[in-house]
Structures are given as structure tokens and as C-alpha cells.
């Protein structure tokens, strides 16, 4: 039902932003990595890829695989920055 989803929407950057945020919460952290990185792939605004980037970064694989992908983030967001040092210094 996802899968179809997705392809009916053209696999949507933003859809898939929404659907990787929702597997991580079930669970599916792999699932969720794999669709935030097609997102961030596939963005074409820097907000797309900011927010794709910090899907990303919530369904990190340890500490070094979540600061690379909170500093495709917004650079701009004082979340993003915090995350960043609290993750460079675990």
C-alpha cells in the first residue's frame, strides 16, 4: 500500500520525507534511511533537502553517520547546529 503510494505520486521527494519520519517511528529504521536518502537525492529546494537531510540524521546509525547527515542540514536551524556539536563531541 506504501510502495503504491509512492509510485502514484511519482515517488515525491516531500511524500517520502513524511513516509521515511513514519517508519522510523515504527521501527523500520533501515526503511527510513533508504527513503530519506532517495528524498535527498531527489530534492530540488534547499528546504526539501534540509528537511530530507534531517529525516536522515534522526535514523542515524551511530553518532559520525548522524553528524554527516545533520551537516547537509539547514545550516541556518539553531537545532541543527546544537545536534551537531552534541554529536561531534559523544
Known amino acids: 500500500m ?8 511519482g515517488r515525491s521527494p516531500d511524500l517520502l520525507v513524511d513516509v521515511a519520519v513514519v517508519m522510523r517511528e515504527l521501527g523500520d529504521w ?3 534511511r533508504s527513503l530519506s ?29 548522524c553528524v554527516d547527515w545533520l ?6 536551524s539553531l537545532n541543527v547546529s546544537a ?3 552534541v554529536g561531534e563531541g559523544m
Not at 2 to 9: F, P, Q, V
Not at 71 to 76: E, S, T, V, Y
Open 2 to 9: 506504501i510502495k503504491a503510494l509512492l509510485d502514484e505520486s
Open 30 to 32: 533501515d526503511e527510513a
Open 37 to 65: 536518502e532517495e528524498a535527498y537525492r531527489g530534492a530540488k529546494s534547499k528546504e526539501l533537502r534540509y528537511k530530507a537531510a534531517l529525516a536522515r540524521a534522526l535514523s542515524c546509525d551511530g553518532a559520525p553517520d
Open 71 to 76: 551537516k547537509k542540514g539547514d545550516p541556518d
Open 83 to 85: 545536534e551537531t556539536g
